[in-house]
C-alpha cells in the first residue's frame, strides 16, 4: 500500500525585500543630560530603592516588550539588558531635540514601529507611566499631555512614529542642536486630546493635552526632589566622571 502523498506546502506569498510588520510601539528614553542642578550628576545612575533609574525604566519597557533606544553616555551599558540599544546625540550635550533625533535615526535598522514613546529617565514611576501612555495612543499626531501647573510634558509623550521620522529625516544634519523637543515635535499635533478627551482640530496648535494624574509623571531636577522623593546618589559616582 502506497504512503499518502502530502499536501503542498502553500506559496510563500512574500517577496524579497517586503518590508517585515513592526512593533506596534517603541520607545526613545532620554538619559544623557549633564544634571547640572544636581551638581553634575548622571541622572540615569541615581537610584531609588536601591535601584539605578536606568534600570528601572528598562526593566519597565522589557516587561512590555516595547523596544527600546537609550541615548546617553557609555557608563548606562552595565545597566541596560543585551537588546536595548544605546546611543549618543553628536556633540554630546547638544539638547534634548538632538537627543531624540539621534534615538529616531538610532531605530532605522529596526522595523518600523507605529507609535514612539518619548520618555525621560528620570521621571519616577516608569510603569505607571507607560500603562498610562499605552492606554492612550493617539490615532494620529501626538499625545502630550500637561501637569498640574498646565505645562507640556514633552518627555511623557507618544507620537505617530511615522510622522517623527519625516520629521526627522527632513533636517538639515545638526539643524536640531540646540533645539527643544517642543520645536522638533511642532506640527505633529492633530493627536492631541483636550484635557475632556475630545480630540484638537488637525493642525491646531497649542491645544491642551490630558492632564497628568496626581503624582505622574514626577521628575528629579533638583537635590530637593531627589530628597523628596527618596531618589539617592550611589557612592560611586563621581560628578566629574561622565563615561566619554
Do not use: F
Not at 544605546?86 to 547638544?94: A, G, I, N, Q, V
Not at 557612592?235 to 563615561?243: A, F
Amino acid at each position: 500500500m502506497s504512503e499518502p502523498v502530502p499536501e503542498p506546502e502553500p506559496p510563500d506569498s512574500s517577496a524579497p525585500g517586503d518590508e517585515v510588520p513592526g512593533p506596534s510601539v517603541a520607545a526613545v528614553l532620554l538619559a544623557g543630560g549633564r544634571g547640572s542642578r544636581l551638581g553634575g550628576v548622571e541622572k540615569g545612575l541615581l537610584t531609588r530603592d536601591g535601584v539605578p533609574l536606568i534600570t528601572g525604566w528598562a526593566e519597565a519597557l522589557g516587561r512590555r516588550d516595547i523596544p527600546a533606544v537609550v541615548v546617553g553616555t557609555p557608563r548606562l551599558r552595565p545597566h541596560l539588558p543585551p537588546g536595548v540599544r544605546l546611543t549618543r546625540e553628536d556633540p554630546p550635550y547638544s539638547g534634548p531635540a538632538a537627543a531624540v533625533c539621534a534615538g529616531v535615526r538610532a531605530l532605522e535598522a529596526d522595523p518600523w514601529p507605529r507609535h514612539l514613546l518619548l520618555l525621560a529617565v528620570d521621571t519616577l514611576d516608569p510603569d505607571a507611566v507607560l500603562d498610562w501612555l499605552l492606554a492612550r495612543l493617539p490615532d494620529d499626531g501626538a499625545l502630550i499631555p500637561r501637569d498640574a501647573e498646565g505645562r507640556a510634558q514633552m518627555l511623557t509623550a507618544a507620537v505617530e512614529a511615522g510622522a517623527l521620522r519625516r520629521r526627522v529625516l527632513s533636517l538639515v544634519p545638526g539643524e536640531e542642536v540646540g533645539r527643544p523637543v517642543r520645536w522638533l515635535l511642532d506640527g505633529i499635533s492633530s493627536g492631541n486630546l483636550t484635557p475632556d478627551g475630545g480630540a484638537s482640530a488637525p493642525g491646531e496648535e497649542g491645544a491642551p493635552g490630558p492632564r497628568l494624574p496626581d503624582g505622574l509623571g514626577v521628575d528629579v531636577d533638583t537635590a530637593a526632589d531627589a530628597l523628596r522623593h527618596g531618589v539617592e546618589v550611589p557612592p560611586e559616582q563621581d560628578p566629574r566622571d561622565t563615561g566619554l
